[in-house]
Each structure stands twice: as structure tokens, then as C-alpha cells.
């Protein structure tokens, strides 16, 4: 499964039709969501009666076939203008509140995992973002691959060439199964959801293994010496978002400071807020771009990746670096990492996150029982090694995965106890990974910490 997502450039008219099936799609989700919470408070109050289960209310189904018949029951009083755009639009609505419906029942029951879901919530015209998603009917892409053709819209010309899709779909190796229809700051895109037949593919290193230990002053750093820095897009946008934001603060918003109700807001206000918008999708786009090459490049080149089990959420809780940390997207890159690998015929072995890696001598296995994140260079005081503490630890991560095999030892090292008495031994090392003694040439980094802190360091 793959999608492919395409900017549009639509006209005025096919703007408003967008914005009117998408309209649909709220209202159909609030309704239904009425109907169920009314049923569901009814039923509560019948049982405080004293009221037998055989005799309640009956219940509204939360599947989205159940959802679909009571809204052709009612269509016609609560829509009249519902065939005015497609049955897709009523569909989309329905089953976002099935989905949402069946994650809070599997929440309270324990059947998901992470944090609790809450009840579904109505959708508000200006917080929910515009969407629509098409499912049957014509979708296809046009012979000049500058145009799809949507039921109920017709024929919408493309932004950029689809041509990558295009050929999929001509040499019988795509199917398109959805087209998803958003606006997102501003501006229209469609997302093809693709059934692609892939072909076997190899790294360019079938037997390379490479450890990635990724940070706030470097976003990446690998085994094998290479370093990716980090652009910090958010931090390069500040000036230009707290500008934005200021002027936006000058004019009169949706809400009234001084009575807290809803008002109006001014037309500056919504043009303010609009290039706000584009700038904050500038910045993802950017960060977006960035991950991608990175990804990309590993993946097509080493056939094990290894990875640390990051707790991004517990790290984010730092008020002074959750900025930083999140404009980095640890999660992204382990995120794309995860199918790029099985897409060039790699694996991704994720390291324990209580493993030690910063902590341990990558020459001889030794760990030290403390190392302050200020101290940007790793000491071993056993085999006198010198390294930088990022290159350290990402050639720690790299010899948890034995060279060739692709198979884990017990402990990630091939040994029974993390530290070896008597100094330095010999040790079965990843081409490129430095000798016991060796000396390191990164000189030790000050200023901002390249990770936030954590159990594991």
C-alpha cells in the first residue's frame, strides 16, 4: 500500500464544489454523532428507571453499515440538498465517526494500546480541516498526467505532473483504490491510496550494517563517521512566525478577550492567519524534504539499520528543548526508516531503549556508570579510547547487529556481562569501526545538548 499525494490548481467553481462536499461530510458526522449520544443518554436514563435491557431504547450501531442506513432513513428531512453532492462525501463523515466511535470502545476495554482515546466530538467549520474521500466511481489520472477526474467533480487539473504514478498505473504494477481529497494551508491537495506491486530490490550494500544515533546539534550521526546536520527549519522561521503572529494579535480575532464570546473576525485577521498557515506548512514541507533524502539514501544503501527505541514523548516534556526535538522528528525518520527498508529489501533493528549506547565504549565494551550530557566526548578510562560521544554511540548501535548474519547476540555484543575485566580484548568490529586506543578527531561540543535527557543516558 503506497500513496501518492498531488497539489491541486482548481477553479473558483470546483474550489466551492470541494468546500460543499466536504461541508457534507460534517454534517453527516454531526448528525450521527447526535443521534448516537441521544440514544446512548436515553438509554442511560430508561436504566435509572429502573427499566429492563429488553425493553430500553434500541441502540444505534457504531459500524459504518449501521451508520449509512440511518442516514438514508433521514437524508431527505436533515439534508434536502444532499444529492447535490456525492454519496462519498456522506460516506467520508460516517465512517471518520465509526473509526472514532470503535478507538474510544477499544480504548475503556483495553484492546488498544497507548493513551486513552476520548468520545468523538462534533466538527467545527473553522477547526476541522476541509476533507473528502472518494472510494468509487471515475477516479483515474489523464493520458497527459496533469489531470484526474473525481466523481461529481470531473476532470482537476493537477499542480505538478503525476507522472510517477501515471507509470504504475500504464504498466499494470498500481491500482487506485481511494483518492482523498484536503485542503491544508490554504491550498488543495488529492492522495491516491495505491495497491503497488513491488519488485525485489537489494541495497547497494547487501551486507552493510550502520548504526544511526540521531540528535538536536546533528540530526544524524552514523557509524561510519558520516554526520547529517541539522537544519532546524522551525528556528530559521521564528522571526517570520513571530512577526506573523503579532500582527495577527493587533486585529480582531474570532473571539473577544474581554467577554470571551465568539465574534467575527476581520478580514485582516483571516489573511494574517491564512499566511501564518502557509508559512508553518513552508517549514513542514521543508522538514518533510529533508527526512526523505535522508531515509531514502540509507535505505537504498545499507541492508541493516540500526536504531534507538527513543522515548520522544517523555523527551518533549523538557520545556527547553520540546521545540527543538520536534522540529527534529525522531519519530518521522524511525517512521519512514521502518517501510524504506522493506521496500529496498533491508531490515531496521530497533535497540532496546534502556541500552546504554551512549555510555558504552564502542573499543572495548566498557560502561561508565555516569555521563553528564555536557560532556560532548566520550573517555574510556579501560582502553583510553577517545571519541565523540554521538560516533561513540552510534558505533554501539551498529555492533548490536552481527556483521553478515543479520542476527542479534544476547546481550547486543556477543558477550555475557557489559564490562570486560582486565582491559581491552578483541572484539568482532563493523568494517569502518574505530580500534581499541584509537583516538577520535571531533572536539567535544558545548552549548545545546544533542539529546534530551532520558533513562537510557
Not at 433521514?74 to 456525492?86: F, I, L, T
Not at 498500481?174 to 491544508?184: D, G, M, P, Y
Not at 550494517?209 to 540521531?214: E, H, K, N, T
Not at 584509537?438 to 552549548?447: D, K, L, S
Request: charge should be positive; charged fraction near 30%.
Amino acid at each position: 500500500m503506497q500513496a501518492y499525494r498531488f497539489a491541486l490548481d482548481l477553479t473558483p467553481g470546483q474550489e466551492r464544489d470541494l468546500a460543499r462536499h466536504a461541508g457534507a461530510a460534517r454534517k453527516a458526522h454531526n448528525w450521527a454523532l447526535d443521534r448516537v449520544k441521544a440514544v446512548m443518554a436515553q438509554r442511560a436514563a430508561e436504566r435509572s428507571y429502573g427499566i429492563g435491557d429488553d425493553q430500553l431504547t434500541p441502540a444505534v450501531g457504531w459500524t459504518l453499515p449501521a451508520l449509512r442506513r440511518e442516514w438514508n432513513q433521514v437524508k431527505d428531512e436533515v439534508a434536502p440538498w444532499w444529492r447535490e453532492c456525492s454519496k462519498e462525501a456522506y460516506n467520508t463523515g460516517l465512517d471518520a465517526l465509526a473509526r472514532a466511535l470503535k478507538n474510544w470502545s477499544d480504548s475503556r476495554c483495553g484492546k488498544r494500546a497507548g493513551r486513552l482515546v476520548g468520545f468523538p466530538r462534533r466538527k467545527s467549520k473553522r477547526r476541522t480541516t476541509p476533507s473528502v474521500r472518494f472510494t468509487t466511481g471515475v477516479i483515474r489520472v489523464a493520458p497527459d498526467r496533469k489531470h484526474v477526474t473525481l466523481p461529481r467533480l470531473g476532470t482537476i487539473k493537477l499542480h505538478e505532473s503525476a507522472r510517477k504514478l501515471a507509470r504504475r498505473l500504464e504498466a499494470g504494477t498500481a491500482r487506485i483504490l481511494s483518492a482523498t481529497v484536503r485542503r491544508e494551508a490554504g491550498r488543495w491537495h488529492v492522495a491516491f491510496t495505491c495497491e503497488v506491486e513491488r519488485s525485489d530490490r537489494k541495497p547497494s550494500r547487501p551486507t552493510g550494517v550502520v548504526g544511526v544515533d540521531v540528535g538536536i546539534h546533528r540530526l544524524a550521526v552514523l557509524s561510519t563517521g558520516d554526520v547529517e546536520p541539522n537544519p532546524r527549519h522551525l528556528d530559521a522561521a521564528q522571526r517570520s512566525l513571530r512577526r506573523l503572529g503579532r500582527a495577527m494579535a493587533r486585529k480582531r480575532g474570532p473571539y473577544d478577550p474581554a467577554t470571551r464570546t465568539r465574534i467575527t473576525a476581520s478580514r485582516r485577521w483571516e489573511r494574517t492567519s491564512k499566511r501564518l498557515s502557509r508559512q508553518h506548512a513552508r517549514v513542514a514541507n521543508l522538514r518533510r524534504d529533508g527526512l526523505h533524502k535522508l531515509t531514502t539514501r540509507l535505505a537504498g544503501e545499507y541492508a541493516t539499520i540500526v536504531v534507538e527505541d527513543l522515548n520522544v514523548a517523555g523527551m518533549v516534556r523538557n520545556r527547553r528543548l520540546a521545540r527543538v526535538i520536534s522540529d527534529a522528528g525522531f519519530g518521522e525518520i524511525r517512521r519512514q526508516l521502518a517501510y524504506k527498508t522493506v521496500w529496498n529489501g533491508g531490515q531496521l533493528v530497533t535497540a532496546d531503549r534502556w541500552y546504554p549506547s551512549s555510555k558504552t565504549c564502542s573499543g572495548c565494551g566498557a560502561v561508565k556508570p555516569k555521563l553528564p550530557l555536557r560532556i560532548r566526548t566520550f573517555t574510556c578510562q579501560a582502553c583510553l579510547l577517545v571519541l565523540d560521544r554521538d560516533l561513540n554511540a552510534a558505533r554501539n548501535l551498529a555492533q548490536l547487529v552481527v556483521a553478515g548474519s543479520g542476527s542479534e547476540t544476547v546481550n547486543g555484543r556477543g558477550a555475557d556481562r557489559k564490562t570486560r575485566p582486565g582491559g581491552p580484548v578483541a572484539v568482532k568490529r563493523l568494517p569502518g569501526t574505530a580500534s581499541a586506543g584509537q583516538t577520535g578527531t571531533a572536539p567535544p561540543q558545548g552549548g545545546t545538548a544533542d539529546h534530551a535527557p532520558t533513562s537510557a543516558s
